[in-house]
């Protein structure tokens, strides 16, 4: 399974107190034909400095100032050579030392286009908020609000060739547009990793405040319409109910 090249990235701006903690979980993985893309958004705290450390476990690295958090995930994806290609947030870490490993034996063994799994959210003291279980993907799903964390979500990059990045015009919404895009729209396989891939960080900038989840819903409503969901307005209401029951 070696064969198969997985390029990782990770994208941060200002993030001294957990790339450390990202870097080194990427560094403890048991899968040696890894990629790792850092692309860092002209930080002012230590976090370039902090990365340099780890210099000689990182494949291509550069901090410039871009368009924000999916902008510099279209730039590590057009420097990607692997086959496939997966995301790893500065704020995020790997919940185990196979999940590498276990997402190349997935491609090979299942021969799909997308691999996902499950994910935890994190305290800031650490403690686990709620579980996202994905469970398995079968086309329609996304008609009911259903949505595969993507953090976990790894996709071959010819498909990213293909069916193009993220679009920046559905702001913090540009990943759930991507995922749409790729399983509703175009009806990829998908194969499903009953396993906790990545530890997460609450905080994230599509949660902020109230005006800032609004704004989210309106880039959600907007992906799902572009993308052939069937009743946008029901799927805007289950997607934040299901998160319900990541609790229990």
């Known amino acids: 399974m070696q064969q198969l090249k997985i390029s990782l990235i990770t994208v941060t701006r200002n993030a001294q107190n957990t790339i450390g903690r990202c870097i080194e979980s990427v560094i403890a993985q048991n899968y040696d034909n890894l990629e790792y893309i850092v692309i860092d958004g002209a930080s002012t705290d230590n976090t370039v400095q902090i990365i340099s450390q780890y210099a000689a476990n990182i494949t291509h690295f550069i901090s410039e100032p871009d368009n924000g958090i999916y902008d510099a995930m279209n730039k590590g994806i057009q420097m990607a050579a692997g086959n496939v290609i997966g995301i790893l947030n500065a704020d995020d870490f790997f919940a185990a030392d196979d999940i590498l490993n276990l997402v190349a034996t997935a491609f090979i063994n299942k021969n799909t286009d997308v691999v996902f799994g499950d994910l935890n959210y994190l305290k800031p003291n650490g403690a686990v908020l709620r579980k996202w279980t994905s469970g398995s993907y079968k086309y329609g799903m996304f008609n009911w609000g259903w949505m595969p964390p993507h953090p976990t979500f790894y996709c071959k990059r010819a ?43 609450t905080g994230g900038a599509s949660n902020k405040n109230y005006f800032s989840r609004l704004k989210a819903w309106k880039n959600d409503y907007k992906a799902m319409r572009k ?16 998160k319900v029951f990541q609790y229990v």
């Open 159 to 201: 498909v990213f060739e293909k069916l193009g990045g993220y679009d920046l015009g559905y702001g913090t919404a540009a990943d759930y547009e991507l995922m749409l895009r790729f399983l509703h729209f175009n009806k990829l396989d998908a194969h499903y990793l009953s396993k906790t891939m990545v530890n997460m960080t």
């Open 227 to 242: 993308n052939g969901v069937i009743l946008p307005l029901l799927g805007i209401v289950f997607k934040p109910l299901r």
